[in-house]
């Protein structure tokens, strides 16, 4: 009777061992193909003034932080800084992801930008960082603060006015 007990609990503790373990869903790979092709798109945010497109880049609790200027929080915010009323309609941005790292909970993404007009004159260049984050099983833009390389002067500044609530 003891024998077969232990031959009964062996078995249920070799069959519990063997079960399958939760898989970590994370593959950084993934993740960096993912950023990579998202990044060849990221000029398209100049061109849409509408909080859904952007809704599907960032997450609701988005902030960029701007050069030189304010820290911008809340989708209808980053829709409205990246369009400027149409402004920014005909500007071009290349960036390219220098380095992309991170787990789970979030991506740091680290490169560099080229920004020109739309008869290919160089405006800025400089560097950024992303911090990405699963919203709704996708990964998007949580933080984002880039800096120009461009010494700023009162010439070149721009002031863009945010809508109020």
């Known amino acids: 009777m003891m024998s077969k007990f232990l031959a009964l609990f062996f078995l249920l503790f070799s069959l519990i061992a063997c079960e399958d373990k939760p898989k970590n869903s994370f593959n950084l790979e993934e993740v960096k193909g993912y950023i990579e ?9 100049y061109l849409v003034n ?18 030189k200027g304010p820290r911008i929080c809340g989708i209808p915010g ?11 309609v005909n500007l071009k941005i290349d960036i390219e992801a ?3 790292f991170g787990g789970p909970e979030y ?16 405006l800025d260049d400089g560097k950024y960082i992303a911090i990405w984050k699963q919203e709704n099983k996708m990964w998007k833009i949580y933080r984002e603060i880039w800096n120009s390389n461009i010494e700023s002067s009162p010439s070149n500044s721009t002031i863009i006015e ?4």
Do not use: H, M, S
């Open 37 to 45: 092709r998202q990044n060849k798109t990221y000029g398209e945010r």
């Open 162 to 165: 945010l809508p109020t609530k």
């Open 98 to 100: 220098k380095t992309i």
């Open 107 to 122: 991506v740091v993404e680290e490169g560099i930008f080229e920004l020109k007009d739309d008869k290919e004159n160089k």
């Open 78 to 88: 980053i829709a409205f800084y990246f369009y400027n009323e149409g402004k920014n």
């Open 50 to 67: 509408e909080a859904n497109y952007t809704l599907q880049k960032y997450t609701k609790d988005a902030c960029i932080l701007t050069d």
